[in-house]
Protein backbone atom coordinates (compact mmCIF):
# COMPACT_ATOMS: atom_id res chain seq x y z
CA UNK A 1 0.00 0.00 0.00
CA UNK A 2 1.04 3.45 -1.12
CA UNK A 3 1.98 5.21 2.32
CA UNK A 4 0.41 9.51 3.69
CA UNK A 5 1.05 11.29 1.36
CA UNK A 6 1.09 15.18 2.11
CA UNK A 7 1.27 18.12 -0.27
CA UNK A 8 2.97 20.71 -0.23
CA UNK A 9 6.15 19.51 0.98
CA UNK A 10 7.98 22.79 1.59
CA UNK A 11 5.84 26.46 2.02
CA UNK A 12 6.45 30.14 2.57
CA UNK A 13 4.26 32.43 3.53
CA UNK A 14 3.99 35.64 4.85
CA UNK A 15 2.37 37.10 8.02
CA UNK A 16 -1.47 37.52 7.44
CA UNK A 17 -1.83 35.00 4.72
CA UNK A 18 -3.46 32.04 4.86
CA UNK A 19 -2.71 28.26 3.63
CA UNK A 20 -4.16 25.00 3.18
CA UNK A 21 -1.98 22.08 3.39
CA UNK A 22 -3.22 18.60 2.24
CA UNK A 23 -3.06 15.01 3.66
CA UNK A 24 -4.31 11.73 1.48
CA UNK A 25 -4.20 8.82 3.70
CA UNK A 26 -3.33 5.57 3.80
CA UNK A 27 -6.43 3.87 1.44
CA UNK A 28 -8.89 1.97 4.06
CA UNK A 29 -7.76 4.20 7.08
CA UNK A 30 -10.64 6.18 7.87
CA UNK A 31 -9.00 8.42 10.45
CA UNK A 32 -6.35 11.29 10.25
CA UNK A 33 -4.85 13.25 12.31
CA UNK A 34 -2.68 16.28 12.34
CA UNK A 35 0.05 17.15 14.23
CA UNK A 36 2.66 20.36 14.50
CA UNK A 37 6.40 20.42 15.11
CA UNK A 38 8.16 22.92 16.22
CA UNK A 39 11.78 23.11 17.91
CA UNK A 40 10.36 25.03 20.94
CA UNK A 41 7.14 22.88 21.48
CA UNK A 42 7.79 19.81 19.91
CA UNK A 43 5.07 17.66 18.85
CA UNK A 44 1.53 18.89 19.47
CA UNK A 45 -1.62 17.44 18.37
CA UNK A 46 -4.19 20.10 16.47
CA UNK A 47 -7.24 17.75 15.74
CA UNK A 48 -8.49 14.56 14.35
CA UNK A 49 -11.02 13.36 11.83
CA UNK A 50 -13.20 10.10 11.13
CA UNK A 51 -15.22 9.58 8.37
CA UNK A 52 -15.73 13.78 7.80
CA UNK A 53 -16.23 14.51 11.76
CA UNK A 54 -13.72 16.38 13.88
CA UNK A 55 -13.53 14.00 16.99
CA UNK A 56 -10.77 15.46 19.26
CA UNK A 57 -9.32 18.74 19.10
CA UNK A 58 -5.99 20.24 20.74
CA UNK A 59 -5.30 23.18 22.61
CA UNK A 60 -4.56 25.58 19.23
CA UNK A 61 -6.36 28.61 18.29
CA UNK A 62 -9.56 29.01 16.12
CA UNK A 63 -7.30 30.09 13.19
CA UNK A 64 -6.15 26.74 12.83
CA UNK A 65 -8.68 24.25 11.16
CA UNK A 66 -9.58 21.38 9.14
CA UNK A 67 -12.22 19.08 7.33
CA UNK A 68 -12.51 15.81 5.95
CA UNK A 69 -13.64 14.59 2.43
CA UNK A 70 -15.62 11.39 1.84
CA UNK A 71 -12.70 9.83 0.51
CA UNK A 72 -10.90 10.42 3.74
CA UNK A 73 -8.51 12.79 2.30
CA UNK A 74 -8.37 16.00 5.09
CA UNK A 75 -6.99 18.99 4.62
CA UNK A 76 -5.65 21.77 7.45
CA UNK A 77 -6.42 25.12 7.29
CA UNK A 78 -4.44 28.35 8.81
CA UNK A 79 -5.58 31.45 8.57
CA UNK A 80 -4.00 35.00 9.50
CA UNK A 81 -0.27 33.78 9.80
CA UNK A 82 1.82 34.16 12.40
CA UNK A 83 5.81 33.71 12.53
CA UNK A 84 4.87 31.55 14.94
CA UNK A 85 3.04 29.02 12.91
CA UNK A 86 6.73 28.27 11.33
CA UNK A 87 6.66 24.55 11.64
CA UNK A 88 6.37 21.17 10.67
CA UNK A 89 2.92 19.83 9.81
CA UNK A 90 2.65 16.07 9.69
CA UNK A 91 -0.35 14.36 8.95
CA UNK A 92 -1.28 10.89 10.31
CA UNK A 93 -3.67 7.95 9.12
CA UNK A 94 -5.07 4.65 11.21
CA UNK A 95 -7.38 2.11 10.57
CA UNK A 96 -8.99 0.40 13.24
CA UNK A 97 -5.48 0.20 15.54
CA UNK A 98 -3.78 2.32 18.10
CA UNK A 99 -1.05 2.64 15.94
CA UNK A 100 -0.82 6.02 13.66
CA UNK A 101 1.53 6.15 10.52
CA UNK A 102 2.91 9.98 9.25
CA UNK A 103 3.18 11.09 6.26
CA UNK A 104 6.77 13.30 5.43
CA UNK A 105 5.35 16.45 6.58
CA UNK A 106 4.62 20.04 5.05
CA UNK A 107 7.41 22.06 6.26
CA UNK A 108 5.57 25.69 6.51
CA UNK A 109 8.08 29.07 6.95
CA UNK A 110 6.05 32.31 7.69
CA UNK A 111 7.94 35.45 6.95
CA UNK B 1 -3.53 13.87 32.06
CA UNK B 2 -1.57 11.62 30.38
CA UNK B 3 2.20 12.37 30.26
CA UNK B 4 5.24 11.14 28.47
CA UNK B 5 8.75 12.14 29.35
CA UNK B 6 12.27 11.32 27.66
CA UNK B 7 15.45 11.54 29.39
CA UNK B 8 18.54 13.01 28.11
CA UNK B 9 17.60 14.75 25.01
CA UNK B 10 20.91 14.19 23.51
CA UNK B 11 22.77 10.57 23.76
CA UNK B 12 25.87 9.54 22.45
CA UNK B 13 27.29 6.05 21.46
CA UNK B 14 30.03 4.16 19.89
CA UNK B 15 29.46 2.20 16.68
CA UNK B 16 28.64 -1.39 18.15
CA UNK B 17 27.75 -0.21 22.17
CA UNK B 18 24.42 -0.37 23.29
CA UNK B 19 21.42 2.10 22.82
CA UNK B 20 19.56 2.98 25.87
CA UNK B 21 17.05 5.59 25.75
CA UNK B 22 14.28 6.08 28.07
CA UNK B 23 10.69 6.88 28.50
CA UNK B 24 8.89 7.50 31.44
CA UNK B 25 5.10 7.97 31.32
CA UNK B 26 2.27 9.04 33.95
CA UNK B 27 -1.05 7.28 33.09
CA UNK B 28 -4.30 5.75 35.32
CA UNK B 29 -5.29 3.41 32.90
CA UNK B 30 -3.36 0.76 30.44
CA UNK B 31 -1.13 2.45 27.83
CA UNK B 32 -0.60 2.13 24.25
CA UNK B 33 2.58 3.17 24.12
CA UNK B 34 5.40 3.65 20.97
CA UNK B 35 8.21 4.59 19.42
CA UNK B 36 8.54 6.54 16.58
CA UNK B 37 12.04 7.45 14.41
CA UNK B 38 12.54 10.73 12.98
CA UNK B 39 15.46 10.92 10.31
CA UNK B 40 16.03 14.71 9.25
CA UNK B 41 13.71 16.36 6.53
CA UNK B 42 11.21 13.59 7.29
CA UNK B 43 7.94 12.21 8.89
CA UNK B 44 7.69 9.44 11.64
CA UNK B 45 8.38 5.95 10.68
CA UNK B 46 6.83 3.74 13.41
CA UNK B 47 9.75 1.76 15.35
CA UNK B 48 7.73 -0.59 17.60
CA UNK B 49 4.45 -0.32 19.77
CA UNK B 50 2.88 -1.39 23.04
CA UNK B 51 -0.61 -2.56 23.03
CA UNK B 52 -0.55 -5.45 26.34
CA UNK B 53 -0.10 -8.66 24.96
CA UNK B 54 3.75 -8.69 25.80
CA UNK B 55 6.19 -6.91 28.16
CA UNK B 56 9.04 -7.53 25.26
CA UNK B 57 8.17 -5.89 22.44
CA UNK B 58 10.50 -6.42 19.52
CA UNK B 59 10.52 -3.09 16.62
CA UNK B 60 12.00 -3.00 13.32
CA UNK B 61 16.06 -2.71 12.63
CA UNK B 62 16.87 -4.44 15.78
CA UNK B 63 15.44 -2.75 18.48
CA UNK B 64 12.90 -3.45 21.63
CA UNK B 65 11.73 -2.37 24.18
CA UNK B 66 10.13 -3.38 27.41
CA UNK B 67 7.03 -2.54 29.54
CA UNK B 68 7.77 -2.12 32.95
CA UNK B 69 4.36 -1.52 34.90
CA UNK B 70 5.94 -0.56 38.29
CA UNK B 71 8.43 1.48 36.89
CA UNK B 72 5.94 3.21 34.74
CA UNK B 73 8.70 2.82 31.64
CA UNK B 74 8.68 1.62 28.22
CA UNK B 75 12.28 2.09 27.60
CA UNK B 76 14.12 1.14 24.11
CA UNK B 77 16.98 -0.84 23.32
CA UNK B 78 19.49 -2.33 20.81
CA UNK B 79 22.16 -4.17 21.30
CA UNK B 80 24.87 -2.81 18.62
CA UNK B 81 24.77 0.73 17.45
CA UNK B 82 24.94 1.45 14.02
CA UNK B 83 26.03 4.51 12.49
CA UNK B 84 22.15 4.72 10.10
CA UNK B 85 20.76 4.94 13.77
CA UNK B 86 21.76 7.97 14.33
CA UNK B 87 18.33 10.55 14.00
CA UNK B 88 15.64 11.72 16.42
CA UNK B 89 13.50 9.21 18.82
CA UNK B 90 9.93 9.64 20.14
CA UNK B 91 7.90 7.52 22.85
CA UNK B 92 4.09 8.50 22.53
CA UNK B 93 1.55 7.82 24.26
CA UNK B 94 -1.87 7.55 22.79
CA UNK B 95 -5.16 8.08 24.41
CA UNK B 96 -8.27 8.16 22.46
CA UNK B 97 -6.70 8.47 19.09
CA UNK B 98 -4.58 11.67 20.30
CA UNK B 99 -0.89 10.63 20.19
CA UNK B 100 1.20 12.70 23.47
CA UNK B 101 4.59 13.08 22.56
CA UNK B 102 7.72 12.98 24.97
CA UNK B 103 10.46 15.64 23.88
CA UNK B 104 12.56 13.60 21.75
CA UNK B 105 15.89 11.88 22.26
CA UNK B 106 18.51 12.70 19.59
CA UNK B 107 20.81 9.75 19.24
CA UNK B 108 24.33 10.50 17.81
CA UNK B 109 26.46 7.59 17.35
CA UNK B 110 30.62 7.94 16.89
CA UNK B 111 32.61 5.50 14.46
Known amino acids: KAGVTQTPRYLIKTRGQQVTLSCSPISGHRSVSWYQQTPGQGLQFLFE???????NKGNFPGRFSGRQFSNSRSEMNVSTLELGDSALYLC??????????FGPGTRLTVT | AQSVTQLGSHVSVSEGALVLLRCNYS??????LFWYVQYPNQGLQLLLKYTSAATLVKGINGFEAEFKKSETSFHLTKPSAHMSDAAEYFCAYNAGNMLTFGGGTRLMVKP
Open chain 2, 27 to 32: SSVPPY
Open chain 1, 49 to 55: YFSETQR
Open chain 1, 92 to 101: ASTDLGAEQY
